[in-house]
Structures are given as structure tokens and as C-alpha cells.
């Protein structure tokens, strides 16, 4: 399999627009470079417990069979002892995931193991570098908008350059990256496992979760979501709601995982057959790949 067989739209199209932007990547590249991920690995590996196949194995192990599924290295894993359900990677040349105590805690192996295919989609597809650089900008912009005077000015002309709406387009780009991973974590192990993971990172109660519909919860994200196909005020209103967001809202991750199980591309995946030069997913009656046009025999 290809990294491209899991690309959602969004995804695909908000990183286009991205990269139309000048030399964009690589000042990201250059501000890793010059410290900013000497600096925070360093932290990481200061503050957290670092897994292994020594160092607490029953959670480890969960990590490797995923990297040999989507071809990637295993990267360091670390738990932080952050008492609510979260997780995130970081990195470029020494990529690393983080999962909180408060995942552990709260999640079944199955949904841990769906989390961990997520955080790894995010390896595969190269996230990680524009997502550092959306959170540097926000806590850049976060800074100096609530310090003092001379803040509050040097903030006001980082807007007016547009550090604030190449903000909201890095939001746009990772909130449609988050899609993408949901995917792998739904392919590693079921839309069902997925939303149940994504409830609990929502923090819903276990009282509540023993009673949830799903389901349900994904028709929800289907309401919101038909809101893009409304009118001008019914666009604006969902604009409104997403701008300053980095993650899709609950219902919708849902919503979009379940489309996503019973598309024709997730159905190539799951039947493993794949193109023999490429590795795309394809299907068994196709002649040539419809990626790279290799012959299928």
C-alpha cells in the first residue's frame, strides 16, 4: 500500500494550497534546524517514559506490527502522565509519539491500538512537520496578542502581515490531516473501534459511553457536515465554527470514518490486493494500476 490510498480530499487539497505559499517548508525545515526540535525532545525525553520492549512491553508491542503494516520505521514511543486521553508525534529527523496516562487508563488495547495507527498516519503522510508549524504559530500568536504593550503591538502587526490567516489555513490543512489519520486507524482496526477511541479522547463519561449509539453520534457529524452543501449563511455559520480549530469536531471524525469503511478504495485495502510496482490498492478486474499505469498480470 501507498500513502496516497488514504489521503482524504480535504487533506490532499489544503496541503496544495499550503505549498503555494513561498518557501514555506522549508523555513519550518530551517526553525527545526536552528534548535526548535533539539528543544523539544529534549523536553519530551526529560518529562516522559519512554516505552520498550523492556519498559512497560504490553503497550509497545501494539506499536511495531502497525509501522510493518503502512512501511514505516517505529518511532520512540513515550508516555507523559497527563491524567486526561490525548496523543501526539513530533519530530523530523527524530520523530517520537506521545500518549497520555489518561489514554491508558481510559481505552481498551483494541481502541489504544487504533490511536497509535493514527498517530503513525501522521508519520507515513508527512503531517508532522506542518503541524509543529501551526502550533508554533498559534502559541506565537497566542504570546504576543496577551502580553503587554509592546506585545499586544508586535502582535497586532504579525496580523496585519497575515500570520493570522496563514494560521487559520494551517488550521484548515490540519484539522483535514486528522481525517487522513483516522483513516489509517480505522484500516488497522475498524470504523467502530476508531469512533469509540475518538468518544473517549472527547472525554465523554464512562457512564454515558455504556449507553452511546455510535451510530448516532456519526449522524450527527453527517448534519453538520451538509452544512457545506447549504446556503451562503449556513457556509458562513460552519466557517465560523471551524476557524480556529486544529482537530475536526468529535461527531464529525465519526461521521467521516464510517463513509470512509464503506468506500470502494477502504474495500482494495482490506482485500490486500496491490499493484506490484507502486503498492496502490487496486482492484482484482483491473488491467493497469491507475496510479502509476504499471500492467496488471
Not at 264 to 280: E, F, H, M, V
Request: proline content about 5%.
Amino acid at each position: 500500500m501507498v500513502v496516497s490510498d488514504f489521503i482524504h480530499p480535504e487533506d490532499a487539497a489544503t496541503l496544495r494550497e499550503l505549498k503555494t505559499i513561498p518557501g514555506l517548508p522549508q523555513i519550518m525545515k530551517k526553525i527545526y534546524e536552528y534548535g526548535l526540535e533539539d528543544i523539544m525532545w529534549s523536553n519530551n525525553v526529560a518529562t516522559n517514559i519512554r516505552l520498550s520492549e523492556s519498559q512497560m512491553p504490553q503497550i509497545y508491542r501494539l506499536l511495531p506490527p502497525i509501522c510493518r503494516e503502512l512501511n514505516i520505521q517505529v518511532p520512540e514511543l513515550y508516555m507523559n502522565m497527563t491524567p486526561y486521553p490525548n496523543a501526539w508525534t513530533s519530530g523530523n529527523k527524530r520523530v517520537y509519539i506521545v500518549i497520555t496516562m489518561g489514554l491508558v487508563k481510559r481505552l481498551s488495547e483494541e481502541e489504544l491500538t487504533a490511536v497509535l495507527a493514527h498517530e503513525c498516519g501522521h508519520i507515513a503522510c508527512e503531517h508532522v512537520i506542518y503541524s509543529t508549524l501551526a502550533e508554533w504559530i498559534y502559541s506565537l500568536g497566542e504570546n504576543l496578542t496577551d502580553g503587554g504593550e509592546l506585545e499586544k503591538v508586535l502582535g497586532k502587526l504579525i496580523n496585519i502581515i497575515g500570520l493570522k490567516a496563514l494560521r487559520q489555513k494551517l488550521f484548515a490543512w490540519e484539522r483535514a490531516s486528522e481525517l487522513t489519520a483516522d483513516r489509517v486507524g480505522c484500516y488497522c482496526t475498524s470504523a467502530l473501534t476508531m469512533i469509540k477511541a475518538l468518544a473517549k479522547l472527547e472525554r465523554i463519561p464512562p457512564f454515558i459511553l455504556k449507553e452511546m449509539d455510535f451510530y448516532e453520534w456519526a449522524r450527527q457529524g453527517e448534519d453538520y457536515e451538509k452544512l457545506k452543501q447549504g446556503n451562503t449563511w449556513n457556509k458562513i455559520v460552519r466557517w465560523v465554527a471551524n476557524s480556529d480549530m486544529d482537530h475536526p469536531y468529535g461527531p464529525v471524525r465519526a461521521h467521516e470514518v464510517l463513509v470512509w469503511e464503506h468506500s470502494k478504495q477502504y474495500n482494495r485495502l482490506s482485500q490486500g490486493i496491490t499493484c506490484p510496482k507502486c503498492g496502490a490498492a487496486i482492484n482484482a478486474d483491473w488491467k493497469y494500476c491507475k496510479k502509476c499505469g504499471c500492467s496488471i498480470n
